[in-house]
């Protein structure tokens, strides 16, 4: 494996990527970091984020991290850089980012659409071509890990997933962090996908970050004739998080479900973005999101469907609940149907509610303290989402970490 | 010995006086019914005596097991022994009647300084508990109360109160929407526990459910007050001459 991952002025290819990246310097310099003005950003304020201001490498301190103990093939970035010792099993192929191929690198994540998509790709230093050509055994588990001391560390990790036909395949990403809990350190995520015809990728993300971390990123993913795409993210983490999924169904029977849980407390503010486009008749996506929103915190969802011209047969279904457990707890709910297309099935909800009295003094009756029953109210009220996790001992481990 | 001694309570929801000065004492054994007209405040004297949100004591006290309950949080009411079975039991979504009663259990066992149950023996035991109730183990998976008809939500009380072995239940109208049988089963539940310590305070419409429950004392509640007590001929006579001969004074 040695110099495989090597900077990309070494690397096949590298024409292409400065390019690109010289490109996205300059969509980025002229824009800048959105403000309360653009629309799409109009609810989470990423206002705080000064890009200058942020170190790109730190001193890494061995810190013992969390880690998912599940059965898996395991990855993982520390403080943004890949730990080159792996073992992967030949039906997962792993390279460096600089290796995608140029057909797909970059074309999934627009640096045109997305100011910090541009950001990432005027910044990429690491990040993984990861393919897999068979079907897999195991999951595969990235770890992000920053462990920062005094340091605000600015991480632009690129992946690029491209999963070959026919492959059945689960992807566990999961961010986590040791050391100094009130780094303010910012991770700039993003991941194109590609999943071709009749294979299927189950992408889940559990997002820990540090309490006053900044955590953006942007999930392109591209899903072929007969394929599906699930992506189940859960957020409890950071001050400033925001994970964004696009979803491109590209071929007939393509179908996505696009979940997602948050739980938050204190002043953050934590956002879940998504956008299907059904660019093929027959195609389906479901979304369920659920939160659960205390202390001053705010919670966002933003959830757009679009359906182009004649493309019939199509199914869209959205729903988000959130639960409030304080006065001051806010939610914002934007959902967009762009829908132009006749003989289409489509729904979309929302929900806002609290802590039923009903319930806990049922609970309380019976001798359970009242934060216990709160809690368990919670519990019952995210399973919703969480019990989509296919893989068990995952389901069973994120049960535990929204406690 | 004395279990629980009301004296002279006045309770209120929303700033509305329902209880009016009432007073109750129940010894150790004693099984206590409470009779009395829709609205008469049957069901706010239990809330007042588990502590609900809401409902506030506006005078006199309540003494259970030798304490002032008025400071005493809803959960250590329950832990020292008092239980409610509800007019109107909740639904929990997405929580069952096994994840339910086990956290009871051991809430219960926590507070008395006892480990917690082996998961195994725990369920082996509800089962058999909700076999004499007649519920199977299906209904155990179930959601607490979820698309449960009347009549099964009484029985799952009923479950509740055998698993947790309380000191004094109150069962308000625990035989609304029971059929005959069914009201046999939960009467003989109830019996069950009967081991001359436990107490019972029943309220209820009917003098069927205390043909099967035997009352030691048969109290008439009206407008915030018990307006009359006596023994279990004294429902029968309330079931021939309803309350109106009692709540006019003239019985
Ligand atoms: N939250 C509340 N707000 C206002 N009034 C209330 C509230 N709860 C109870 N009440 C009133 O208090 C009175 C007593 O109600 P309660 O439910 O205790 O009666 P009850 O004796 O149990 O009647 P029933 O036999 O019909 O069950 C009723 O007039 C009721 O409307
Ligand atoms: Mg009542």
Known sequence: MAGLFDRFAVVKGAAYFKLLASRAREIFDSRGIPTAKTEEWKYTKPRGLDVDNYEKSAV??????????????????????????????????????????????????????????????????????IRITSTLKKPLLITYKTSVNNTNLFSNIRNLILVEEGVSSEIVEYFTYAGNEKSEYFNNIVNEICIKDNARLSHYKIQEEAFKANHIAYNAALVGYKSYYKSLCVQKGANLARNETEVRLADENAATDVDAAYIMNGWATIDTTTWIEHLYPRTYSNQLVKGVVGGQAKGVFQGRISIPRDMVGVEGNQLHKALLLSDMAEVD????????????KCSHGAATGVLDERQ???????????????????????????????????????????? | ????????????????????????????????????????????????????????ITGGRIKFKGRDINDMPIEERANEGLFLSMQYPVEIPGVSITTFLKHAVNANRKYHNLPELDTFEFIKQVRQDGKLLGIDNDMLKRHVNVGFSGGEKKRLEALQMTVLKPSLAILDEADSGLDIDAM????????????????????????????????????????????????????????????????????
């Open chain 2, 1 to 56: 010995m004395v279990l629980l001694e009301i004296e002279d309570l006045h309770a209120s929801v929303n700033g509305k006086e329902i209880i009016k000065g009432l007073n109750l004492v129940i010894n150790e054994g004693e099984v206590h019914a409470i009779m009395g007209p829709n609205g008469a405040g049957k069901s706010t004297l239990s809330y007042v005596l588990t502590g609900r949100e809401g409902y506030e």
């Open chain 1, 333 to 344: 709910v934007k959902p967009e149907l762009e829908i132009y297309a006749d003989d289409v």
């Open chain 2, 184 to 251: 046999k089963v939960v009467a003989n539940g109830v019996n069950a526990l009967r081991d001359g310590r436990r107490s019972l305070l029943i309220i209820t419409h009917y003098q069927r459910l205390l043909n099967y429950i035997e009352p030691d004392f048969v109290h008439i509640y009206a407008d915030g007050k018990i307006v009359k007590s006596g023994d279990k001929s004294l429902a029968e006579k309330l079931e021939k001459l309803g309350y109106s001969n009692f709540v006019c004074g003239n019985g």
């Open chain 1, 360 to 403: 806990l003094f049922y609970m309380r009756i019976r001798g359970i303290s009242e934060e216990e029953a709160k809690q368990m109210l919670i519990d019952a009220y995210l399973d919703d989402v969480l019990s989509k996790i296919d893989n068990n001992a995952l389901y069973s481990w994120v049960r535990d970490r929204i406690k």
């Open chain 1, 60 to 129: 890494q301190f061995m810190y013992d991290f969390e880690e998912i103990p599940i059965d898996a093939y395991r990855l993982e970035f520390i403080n943004g850089r890949l730990n080159q010792n792996f073992d992967m099993p030949e039906e997962i192929r792993v390279e460096s980012i600089f290796m995608a191929p140029e057909e797909l690198f970059g074309h999934l994540a627009d640096i045109n659409k997305n100011p910090f998509v541009a950001l990432n790709t005027a910044n990429i230093e690491e990040g993984v071509f």
